[in-house]
């Protein structure tokens, strides 16, 4: 019988992203620090693996799954014109979603994920390429990656790389 008290994994996530998200949540902690997401290609998969970790409730502020334009526009503050001009994969537009999630959650740090995990390509952007955006007090930013292998694989990937930049923004 399984202890109601042990941690469970979410189920199929990669045993790594929960490690990252401990590390992250454990580090938020100890600097006082909040975080926010705005997530796209990973639709609330960042938010939900810092979720799992316990002690959570002390620095995940909130996120927001902006999927549509519509959102990224309407929630996070996300230029329309940038929108209309790059697409929705695009490393500015992440710095936005970044800076979105920050203002809108009241939270120390926003990291975003947009990207296109297939199986087709999507505003002139390959399937596997992702931008990662972080915000704090001192501005915003973006990280490009590049991914190959399945959808969930590509998002996967993405999480993985969210957690990691949360992880570097974070204070020493």
């Known amino acids: 019988m399984t202890d109601p008290n042990t941690h469970q994994p ?5 045993p790594n992203l929960h490690r990252l998200a401990e590390r992250a949540v454990s580090g938020a902690i100890d600097r006082g620090v909040t975080a926010a997401t705005a997530e796209s ?5 960042v938010a939900a693996v810092l979720a799992d970790t316990p002690g959570a409730s002390a620095m995940l502020q909130g996120g927001v799954v902006s999927y549509a334009n519509s959102v990224k526009s309407g929630v996070l503050g996300v230029p329309g014109e940038l929108l209309d001009a790059v697409g929705s994969v695009d490393g500015q537009v992440a710095a936005a979603m970044a800076d979105g999630a920050r ?4 939270a120390d740090i926003g990291v975003s ?7 087709e390509p999507h505003d002139g952007k390959a399937v596997g390429t992702v931008f990662i955006g972080i915000a704090t007090a001192e501005g915003s930013t973006s990280f490009p ?3 190959a292998g399945s959808r969930a694989e590509i998002r996967a990937l993405a999480c993985g790389a969210a957690l990691e930049r949360l992880l570097a923004a ?3």
Do not use: D, W
């Open 41 to 45: 290609l990973t639709a609330g998969m």
């Open 170 to 172: 974070l204070p020493s």
């Open 113 to 119: 994920t947009t990207g296109v995990a297939g199986p």
């Open 103 to 106: 203002r809108v959650c009241g």
């Open 10 to 14: 979410h189920p199929g996530l990669h």
């Open 145 to 147: 990656y590049f991914f």
